[in-house]
Structures are given as C-alpha cells and as structure tokens.
C-alpha cells in the first residue's frame, strides 16, 4: 500500500518569499517520488522527481525537493517565489502499476 | 506534437445520462490512467490500463467503466451509476513497468457537469 499526504491546503506567500511546501509518503515498495504543478483548468505537468541516486533534486524553475528516508518526507521548496509561480502542487509516489497522489497544496503568492 | 488529448474540454448531461469521456495519447506508452480531481480531494484513480485489452479498477471504479482496444485510446465511461458524477476528469498516459518510476502525461482534462 502507498500514500501520500500533504498537511497544508493553502499556503499564501508574499512574492520574493521562500516558501516550502509539505509532503509525507508511505510506501511498501521502492520509493519513486514526484511534484507535479497544475495551473487552473489544466492538467498537471511535472515540475521534478527523485528515482535514485542524489537526495536533492531540482527543476529548471528554480525549485528543489529533498528526499529523507528516515522522516518519508519530499519537500519541495524555493528561495524565492514569484507570481507565476501561483498554482496548485502535487506531490505523488509511484509504485506498483500505478501513481498516488496527494490532495494538493495550493500556493498563493501575494504581489 | 506528441501529447494527450481529453475531449471535449467542457461536458453537460442531464442525471441518469451515460457519458463517454475521450482520451487519445500519441506517445507510444502502454500504461493510461484515468483521474478524477475533487476541490480538496487531490486526484482519485478511477481506472488504469497497462497494456491493450486489459485495466484494472482503481479506489473508486464504481459507477465508471472502461474500454482498451487499441493503445492510443482509453475512453471512459460515466454511467448512471456513478451517484455523484460532477466532477473535473483527467486522463494521463506513462511508460508502463512494475515500478512506476517515470512521470505521467497528463491531457488538459475534461470538466464534467450534471444537471
């Protein structure tokens, strides 16, 4: 069995702010971790993952995650937030034939 | 371009309606999932296919159903059944493995409203 969970709904931010955002997993086999982005009325588009190998990945909009095996933890944050960067985020594990998702986190960032 | 194509965008039928919900992918992959997104419920797996002519349910297959003819295309379908059917879909298409370990391609999604 997997799953996913990602404490905060909603977290507003002010622009130039760093901001992170939660996720927890749990999973019963090998653990491949991901953070998709979904701009309103689209479908979601993977922002990065972690298969293997260095523990900090990183996308080209400036955004890192962190994997942590002792706390089943994948982060996503950055140093600094701009307006564009307003959207919902979902962290989601793979695992045997399929995809969990998390509920979402909404970032909102505030000019 | 290579991508997933989830038609129409927008979808209105009146209750007790069976509705199919299109979805066509041109990237080769064997695997097609099909999601349905709820405000604050995340994204719920309906159905997933990892090869032509075979799907498995997924947490909430009641009320849905499903065809895998051909690889390009995994139409679902929303029968009467399904009690609250109202609802955002999304379709999305991956290499198929024992391991999900690569991303999933997601089409732009359907948004469907019963009346």
């Known amino acids: 069995a997997q799953s996913v969970t990602q404490l905060d709904s909603q977290v507003p931010v002010f622009e130039e702010a760093p901001v992170e955002l939660r996720c927890n997993y749990s999973?019963?086999?090998?653990?491949?971790l991901f953070w998709y982005v979904q701009y309103p009325n689209q479908g979601l588009q993977l922002l990065l993952k972690?298969?293997?190998?260095?523990?900090l990945v990183e996308s080209i909009n400036g955004f890192e995650a962190e994997f942590n095996k002792s706390q089943t933890s994948f982060h996503l944050r950055k140093p600094s937030v701009h307006i564009s960067d307003t959207a919902e985020y979902f962290c989601?594990?793979?695992?045997?034939?399929?995809?969990?998702f998390g509920t979402g986190t909404k970032l909102q960032v505030i000019p | 371009d290579g991508g997933i194509t989830q038609s129409p965008k927008y979808l209105f039928r009146k209750e007790g309606q069976n509705v199919t919900l299109s979805c066509e992918q041109n990237?080769?992959?064997?695997?097609m999932y099909w999601y349905r997104q709820d405000p604050g419920q995340g994204l719920r797996l309906i159905y997933y296919?990892?090869?032509?002519?075979?799907?498995q349910k997924g947490d909430i297959a009641e009320g849905y159903s499903v065809s895998r003819e051909k690889k390009e295309s995994f139409p679902l379908t929303v029968t009467s059944a399904q009690k609250n059917p109202t609802a955002f879909y999304l379709c999305?298409?991956?290499?198929?493995?024992?391991?999900?370990?690569?991303?999933?391609?997601f089409g732009q999604g359907t948004r469907l409203t019963v009346v």
């Open positions: 972690y298969l293997s190998g260095s523990t």
């Open positions: 999305a298409s991956s290499m198929a493995g024992v391991g999900v370990n690569t991303e999933a391609f």
């Open positions: 990237l080769n992959h064997d695997a």
């Open positions: 989601a594990v793979g695992g045997y034939q399929k995809v969990t």
């Open positions: 999973s019963s086999v090998s653990v491949y």
């Open positions: 296919s990892q090869i032509v002519n075979d799907f």
